[in-house]
């Protein structure tokens, strides 16, 4: 008797222990809840730590911890008890999907998409599951799939939050603008007050050339949110279309005046002002985005289009040799120092910058248009000639192109084939007139 009751008293004392070890690990799990809530998250991880010291494989505390975790873009410590979890409980579907997501933050879209497969042959109707695979899908540019997961999400529920602006935005990047506009048609008749999807669909519009359409659109947002910046900037780029440039210029002053930090604005309303043959202002807003982002080659480009404008051909040429200098395989950055330099009578120099060009790009017609008015302006005929031989074989029926060829062969006394030239370039000119 005495011995059974020592192996009592033992399993009591043990009892005992557990269910005080057992209070302790709710204790700090709760703890832990009620400093997560109040986003005290140092704190609720050195809770959860505690907890995990007591009962290392506790997955409320594993969970709860991944969740604080991810909740302070730590996506690797998330990922890793997440994995822990899978561990102890492998057909775990909400650890499956949490870590699925957690993945996706990562940028890991290929590991995301096999545990939304695994998900979704556990649970073939997860919506949530189908709908992640499919933005996962998207990451990694693979449109059928994505579609395909989108259209199934649609017959499990064509009401799930955000399915059409998804699907929509999809289409839009695949340039499938008129699969989109149906789809954010679709999103904002679901949701009259997504702003979101009235903004994509004015991007569309744009691209389908309905301008009067767009502007509609970023009417309504403007009407409710007159300082957003996007719906300002798609309503000035249908203005500018439709030609109605002050009110384009009015549109882009307010996002500067907004945010006076954004290069491509700048840019947009230089070449706006460039539009209104206001030349000094569009130099202006060029240089505003040289001085913001030095190394921003298209500023470069467009202010040296305004020096020339000014015949200040020594400027251009210095601010194209520095896209020459930003980029060295700028075939365009060549051509266009080597017109400045045309302009500035530095033919040779011009010469040296349409070969580089060329070797960056046999194919370009005008960079051997421009090399052959350069050896004429030379006098090195035949091979002006030799130039203008290989752009008409890219361009055949550019005019232009055999009215300059038919100039060297008058200056090597080729009057038949001067003749044969203006005949031809006379003969498209009335082609392309009739069309």
Not at 96 to 113: H, P
Not at 343 to 368: G, P, Q, S
Not at 400 to 426: C, P, T
Request: charged share 25%; glycine share 2%; aromatic share 10%.
């Amino acid at each position: 008797m005495l011995k059974q009751g020592r192996y009592l008293i033992c399993f009591m004392l043990i009892h005992i222990a557990a269910q005080a070890q057992n209070k302790v690990l709710d204790s700090l799990i709760q703890s832990a809840q009620a400093f997560n809530d109040v986003k005290q998250y140092g704190k609720a991880v050195a809770c959860l730590d505690s907890a995990l010291d007591w009962e290392p494989n506790n997955q409320k505390a594993l969970l709860m911890l991944a969740k604080v975790n991810s909740q302070l873009n730590d996506y690797n410590a998330a990922y890793i008890l997440y994995s822990k979890l899978l561990a102890l409980e492998p057909n775990n579907n909400r650890y499956l999907y949490n870590r699925a997501t957690v993945l996706s933050q990562l940028n890991k879209f290929v590991d995301a998409v096999k545990d939304y497969d695994l998900l979704i042959e556990h649970e073939a109707k997860d919506t949530n599951a189908i709908f992640d695979r499919a933005v996962a899908y998207s990451e990694l540019d693979d449109y059928d799939k994505a579609l395909a997961d989108y259209q199934r999400v649609i017959e499990l529920n064509p009401n799930f939050e955000g399915l059409y602006y998804n699907k929509g935005f999809l289409e839009a990047e695949h340039k499938q603008y008129k699969l989109a506009l149906k789809d954010y048609d679709m999103a904002i008749e679901k949701n009259k007050g997504d702003t979101e999807a009235y903004v994509q669909r004015a991007f569309v519009r744009m691209e389908l050339e309905q301008y009067k359409e767009a502007i509609e659109d970023c009417n309504f947002i403007l009407a409710s949110s007159p300082n957003h910046i996007e719906a300002l900037l798609h309503r000035a780029a249908a203005l500018a279309q439709l030609q109605k440039l002050n009110e384009a210029l009015a549109d882009l002053n307010k996002v500067i005046a907004l945010d006076a930090k954004r290069t491509e604005v700048y840019m947009d309303r230089a070449y706006l002002y460039l539009d209104m043959k206001k030349v000094k202002s569009a130099l202006l807003d060029f240089s505003q985005v040289i001085h913001l982002d030095s190394t921003f080659v298209e500023a470069y480009i467009g202010r040296a289009y305004c020096y020339e404008d000014y015949k200040q051909y020594h400027k251009a040429i210095a601010d194209y040799s520095k896209c020459v200098k930003l980029d060295s395989l700028n075939e365009q950055a060549y051509n266009l120092r080597a017109l400045a330099y045309i302009e500035n009578k530095e033919f040779r120099l011009a010469l040296l910058d349409l070969n580089k060009a060329i070797t960056l790009n046999d194919k370009d017609a005008e960079l051997y248009y421009n090399r052959a008015q350069c050896f004429k302006s030379l006098k090195k005929y035949a091979e002006s000639l030799n130039d203008y031989d290989k752009a008409i074989a890219l361009v055949p029926n550019e005019a232009l192109f055999y009215l300059e060829r038919s100039k060297i062969h008058q200056a090597m006394g080729n009057k038949n084939l001067q003749e044969a030239d203006v005949a031809k370039a006379k003969d498209i000119d009335l082609h392309s007139k009739t069309k």
